[in-house]
């Protein structure tokens, strides 16, 4: 059995979840949005970087991947007498502090086993959600040919297999959704369109690929805008005054939620209206954005959505939290303060990196979770949760085929054979699980087959998203049809263009 340390490396002072088990998977979350700049003296040691602008959605991905992993626990016909841990990390969506945590994952001190100092059995990474932390993460796992499976990073240069050999993910690469967004812009016969994309890797080349396909079939851009990352409300009010005096009423715009949020902030003070949005995946079913206030300049708002699922059973587990059960959970007091608007006089075994909230009232823990609304326990848009959940059972399976292995034989328990010794589950190595999530495949609960091409992709597949108002004037997501690029090409594209609600102004396009 395990014993102590042989020798511990630098810790680098990463937030983290942790439980232990034989098998233990690292997450990586922006559970965070932002980091808080620090000053340097230089004279003694930096504490650790506080962050701001706690996601309860987010946190909620964290949450699933806890809850997945107890729900493989349970399960005896997987990873029989084998218990799954895991390693929860918030990287604030920092590219340098994704690459730190990376590194204290990959850093983890050395175990005793039988008198021989081992590597803990940290084989892999779940996450992080952005592409460009993964792109930066990957880089740096390579150099130990340790794997990361994404559940959100969809540009399409991590399908490069040259430079990304070790990378998996569960949602589709962009190249399908550009395709897909192309093909709908065809369909709907609007030749002269705007397009906008964040300043990163995910915006950039998703509005490049998708122009590349449009100009294909003769659509005309009228203007392409990139959204900093640090801008300022000078340059907010330039890029929508672009938005807002172009004769294109139908905009194409790639980016995560928090990029484009500081532009429909600017659409809605310039009351720019008669546009008619597409949107990409990463906020076509955003909380923050498909807000009541936000709906009379975006009804009608039409987008490729990464594919849903009921789990029901989670919206219990997320509702059982509490703070004074799970006080080695370094979030959970930040979500009960911002739900309930109180402080928790609590003592936390850990140092806090975020800023003290600062309430009057104080909490009693006896507050319940189940008696609040908030997209936390909000469990019917359960898209990147799923995908969360592909990826962890991708990995529970992949880690099954290995331990089915029969020494002398090489048998997998399903896939091919590989050489005559199989992997020792206590002492595995992390290039060693490589093969198997390559040769994956199963079919989940939901009736999903699971599986990664050769360049670690799964197949494309989305919902079309149209927003719709309710009765009581709020945002509904209703699915007007679907997106396989499995089928053949002529039915690839399928939905029902009479249940389209279209933005109250929209007139025909513009002609190039």
Known sequence: MLEEDCRRWRDLDAAVVHKDGHVVLAGMFPIHSKGVEQEHAYKRKPGRRKCRGFNLRVFRWSQA???????????????????????LYDTCGLEQLSVRTALSVISQPLKRWEGRCVSPSLPLIIGDSGSTLSMAISRLLNLNRVPLVSYFASCACLSDKRQFPYFFRTIPSDVNQADALARLVRHFGWTWIGTMGADDDYGRMGIDMFTAEVTKLGVCVAFRVIIPKLTSRERMREIVTIIRDSTATV??????????????????RQNVTGKQWVASEAWV?????STRENLPFLDGTIGFAIRRAAMPDLKQ???????????????????????????????????STTEPAGYNDTCTGAERIKDTDSIYNDVSQLRVTYNMHKAVYAVAHALHNMLMCQNGTGSTGGGRA????????????????????????????????????????????????????????????????????????????????????WHGALRESASC
Request: glycine fraction near 4%; include cysteine; charge should be negative.
């Open 251 to 268: 905009i194409v715009a790639f980016a995560i939620e928090e990029d484009i949020q500081p532009i429909i902030q600017e659409i809605v």
């Open 317 to 351: 587990f997320l509702e059982t939290l509490n703070p004074l059960a799970e006080p080695h959970n370094p979030f959970t007091r930040e979500l009960w303060e911002m739900q309930f608007q109180c402080s928790l006089n609590i003592t936390e075994p850990y140092a």
């Open 418 to 501: 590989r050489n005559s010794s199989c992997a020792d589950i206590h002492r595995l190595q992390s290039w060693q699980i490589v093969q198997y999530l390559k040769e994956v495949s199963y079919t989940n609960l939901f009736g999903d087959v699971v599986h990664f091409d050769e360049n670690g992709d799964p197949v494309g597949s989305y919902d079309i998203i149209n927003w719709q108002k309710d009765g009581e004037g709020s945002v509904k997501y209703v699915t007007i049809g679907r997106f396989d690029s499995s089928l053949p090409p002529q039915q690839q594209l399928v939905f029902s263009q009479r249940d389209i609600v």
């Open 285 to 289: 079913t955003s909380t923050l954005i």
């Open 65 to 87: 991947m806890i809850f997945f992993i107890e729900e493989i626990n349970r399960n005896p016909a997987l990873l029989p007498n084998i218990t799954l841990g895991y390693r």
